[in-house]
């Protein structure tokens, strides 16, 4: 079962970790990221409950998804945690401690594999509505 994080708290509603992933993947879709996965690693993982994982085609590209999120949940009093990879690493990483997005370059996301690195994991797509 997932517990709600003190982090992730809006006056009088609590959003939980899978909610907010589905946000973050789905504010990810609205700046045209692609093959956007959420890996659920709750009976995998203490670290964190899941993966967003998505892709772009340039870098300006991950800056504007990943100031996107910040922007949109800042205005519900969300944060992340921790971010990095805002420069030029092929990979912006962004952590809101129940949920780490990765933003990432095509061949960053080839070569780092997430997906088959946690293929016990279920996970699933989001496509554009």
């Not at 969300?78 to 990095?84: A, D, I, L």
């Not at 780490?100 to 061949?107: A, D, G, T």
């Amino acid at each position: 079962m997932t517990t709600p994080s003190p982090r992730i708290q809006k006056e009088d509603s609590t959003i939980t970790s899978a909610r907010l992933a589905e946000a973050l993947g789905r504010l990810a879709l609205e700046k045209k990221a692609y093959a956007v996965r959420i890996l659920d690693l709750r009976k995998l993982s203490s670290v964190t409950d899941f993966f967003v994982i998505c892709s772009v085609d340039a870098e300006v590209q991950a800056r504007a998804v990943a100031d996107h999120i910040s922007e949109k949940l800042r205005a519900k009093n969300v944060r992340p945690w921790h971010t990095e990879g805002y420069g030029e690493s092929g990979w912006v990483l962004m952590d809101f401690v129940d949920v780490v997005v990765h933003i990432f370059l095509p061949r960053t996301r080839e070569f780092y594999a997430l997906e088959k690195l946690w293929g016990d994991a279920p996970d699933r797509e989001l496509v554009d509505a």
